[in-house]
């Protein structure tokens, strides 16, 4: 397994979504918003932020597809987990089933975003 390290940005980046949630203050945010701000914080189009977006995104699935880490130092870490097989029961029916084993997204928070959101 081979883990994935950027350091460059990740402090502005950390900072950006700290300034951004202080401004939001418990609202959600959605994809197009997280755009804008984006585009905002870096002085870019709202094109040039998708498309940044997009690619980080991507970069990290793919990362994680291969079963590698991608850590963003003060950010955080994204890893792929285990999830093992296990019973289950249909809602509808309440007739047993099996569920598989399976690859799960995990996220852990860094010490500059926890310490950003408290």
Excluded: C, H
């Amino acid at each position: 397994m081979m883990a994935v390290t950027v350091r460059a940005s990740s402090e502005n980046f950390v900072l950006f979504l700290w300034a951004y949630f202080q401004l939001r203050k418990g609202i959600d945010v959605n994809k197009s918003e997280l755009i804008e701000a984006i585009a905002k914080s870096a002085d870019i189009s709202k094109a040039s932020a998708e498309k940044a977006l997009d690619g980080t995104l991507n970069a990290i699935k793919a990362t994680l597809k291969k079963g590698s880490n991608v850590t963003l130092v003060g950010f955080g870490t994204f890893r792929v987990g285990k999830r093992a097989a296990r019973a289950g029961r249909n809602p509808r029916t309440g007739e047993a089933i099996k569920i598989k084993a399976a690859r799960v997204p995990k996220f852990s928070a860094g010490k500059a975003l926890k310490s950003a959101v408290n």
